[in-house]
């Protein structure tokens, strides 16, 4: 197998084929984690595909090994059914990972690679992202999700996090299919019609919080959403999204609001770890095994995930109406070995 596409055609293969949201599919290890679990990671590929969702994120960060992931993605991309895609996570230590990873994400047929930037990287300007940037997309044929995130710690070059001439820049590389926009901090939507000004005529330009969905799709024309763990909430978020896509406003908000209860408490449980940089992994594993993934806990280190974050978590999905396992004691170990 091998990329659908040529560098010339990923531009407009984003703006033409990429509708829908873009999900999380996280690691499954055997119960001693003595390595993976592959029965438990096709499963939640193929669930992710029968929730309706455009296709899921191949999580690193998430406790493997860099020949893990390796397999991790082999494995993912095999279980994909006919049109469902898979995006390679381009986040380790060096970018000669990250650029190993593409290189297998292109081909085992991947669709993209989310960009990332390895913690050793600290840019003294606007121009040496740009510069690392173009050396990523210039050394790989992968279509390429753009991330500006405030946890890179770029901050002190712009106040939104990211500086903004320099996506402009990026957003003109040949390969720079969408950019996942999570900048500006408190001023997320100010900042997030800057960028959209500066680049959306180059690339697909997005933020990927599910509850900004329907603002971003009535007012920007966002058709396309990822990544994020979207599979805590089943299939309503790939329905909102349709619905948003087929100029179903008002159907769109009563899928939204359906399962507020859940989103708030899932934005509650993210409170807890404001300012860690990094996500609760296996939260997110749990949210996903309650809409029948196969769960599992994550290989440490990781944030230990406690009894009342869980009886919370349960609780706001259980308020949205959603069915729910009667107890939590099969999540440990997962649904399928």
Same mark, same amino acid.
């Given at each position: 197998?091998?990329?659908?596409?040529?560098?010339g055609?990923?531009k407009?293969?984003?703006?033409?084929?990429?509708e829908?949201?873009?999900?999380?599919?996280?690691? =499954?290890?055997?119960?001693?984690?003595a390595?993976l679990?592959?029965?438990?990671?096709?499963?939640?590929?193929?669930?992710?595909?029968e929730?309706?969702?455009?296709?899921?994120?191949?999580?690193?960060?998430?406790?493997?090994?860099?020949?893990?992931?390796?397999?991790?993605?082999?494995?993912?991309?095999?279980?994909?059914?006919a049109?469902?895609?898979?995006?390679?996570h381009?986040?380790f230590?060096t970018?000669?990972? *990250?650029?190993?990873i593409a290189?297998?994400?292109?081909?085992?047929?991947?669709?993209?690679?989310?960009?990332?930037?390895?913690?050793?990287?600290?840019?003294? *300007?606007a121009?040496?992202?740009?510069?690392?940037?173009?050396?990523?997309?210039?050394?790989?044929?992968?279509?390429?999700?753009?991330?500006?995130?405030?946890?890179?710690?770029?901050?002190?070059?712009?106040?939104a996090?990211?500086?903004?001439?320099?996506?402009?820049?990026?957003?003109k590389?040949?390969t720079?299919?969408?950019?996942?926009?999570?900048?500006g901090?408190?001023?997320l939507?100010? *900042?997030?019609?800057?960028?959209?000004?500066?680049?959306?005529? +180059?690339?697909?330009?997005?933020?990927p919080m599910?509850?900004?969905?329907?603002?971003?799709?009535? +007012?920007?024309?966002?058709?396309?959403?990822?990544?994020?763990g979207?599979?805590?909430?089943?299939?309503?978020?790939?329905?909102?999204?349709?619905?948003?896509?087929a100029?179903?406003?008002?159907q769109?908000?009563?899928?939204?609001? =359906?399962?507020?209860?859940?989103?708030?408490?899932?934005g509650?449980?993210?409170?807890?770890f404001?300012?860690?940089?990094?996500?609760?992994?296996?939260?997110?594993?749990?949210?996903g095994?309650?809409?029948?993934?196969?769960?599992?806990?994550?290989?440490?280190?990781?944030?230990?995930?406690?009894?009342?974050?869980?009886?919370?978590?349960?609780?706001?999905?259980?308020?949205?109406g959603?069915?729910?396992?009667?107890?939590?004691?099969a999540?440990?170990?997962?649904?399928?070995?």
């Amino acid at each position: 197998m091998a990329l659908a596409y040529s560098r010339g055609e990923v531009k407009d293969r984003a703006r033409t084929e990429w509708e829908g949201g873009c999900s999380v599919t996280l690691p =499954s290890f055997t119960p001693d984690f003595a390595g993976l679990n592959e029965a438990g990671i096709r499963h939640d590929v193929k669930r992710a595909a029968e929730l309706g969702f455009w296709g899921t994120l191949v999580a690193a960060e998430s406790g493997t090994t860099f020949a893990e992931y390796q397999r991790f993605l082999e494995i993912a991309a095999d279980a994909a059914p006919a049109g469902f895609r898979t995006v390679a996570h381009l986040s380790f230590d060096t970018v000669e990972q *990250s650029l190993r990873i593409a290189d297998l994400a292109a081909a085992v047929g991947a669709e993209a690679g989310l960009l990332s930037y390895p913690q050793s990287f600290r840019p003294r *300007s606007a121009a040496e992202i740009v510069a690392h940037t173009r050396h990523v997309a210039e050394s790989t044929d992968l279509a390429l999700i753009l991330f500006a995130a405030t946890a890179w710690g770029f901050k002190p070059l712009h106040p939104a996090g990211f500086p903004v001439e320099a996506l402009e820049e990026m957003s003109k590389l040949e390969t720079a299919a969408a950019l996942k926009y999570e900048g500006g901090g408190s001023a997320l939507f100010s *900042s997030f019609a800057q960028v959209y000004d500066r680049c959306s005529q +180059h690339l697909i330009v997005q933020n990927p919080m599910e509850q900004h969905a329907p603002a971003l799709a009535r +007012h920007f024309g966002v058709r396309w959403w990822g990544t994020s763990g979207y599979e805590a909430f089943g299939d309503r978020i790939p329905t909102m999204m349709r619905q948003l896509n087929a100029g179903q406003f008002d159907q769109a908000m009563e899928t939204f609001w =359906s399962y507020h209860p859940g989103r708030e408490a899932k934005g509650a449980f993210h409170a807890t770890f404001h300012g860690a940089n990094l996500i609760h992994r296996n939260g997110w594993k749990y949210l996903g095994w309650l809409q029948g993934m196969n769960g599992g806990l994550l290989r440490m280190p990781q944030m230990r995930l406690s009894p009342g974050q869980m009886t919370s978590l349960r609780g706001g999905l259980a308020a949205s109406g959603f069915e729910l396992p009667a107890d939590d004691a099969a999540f440990y170990t997962g649904r399928v070995q």
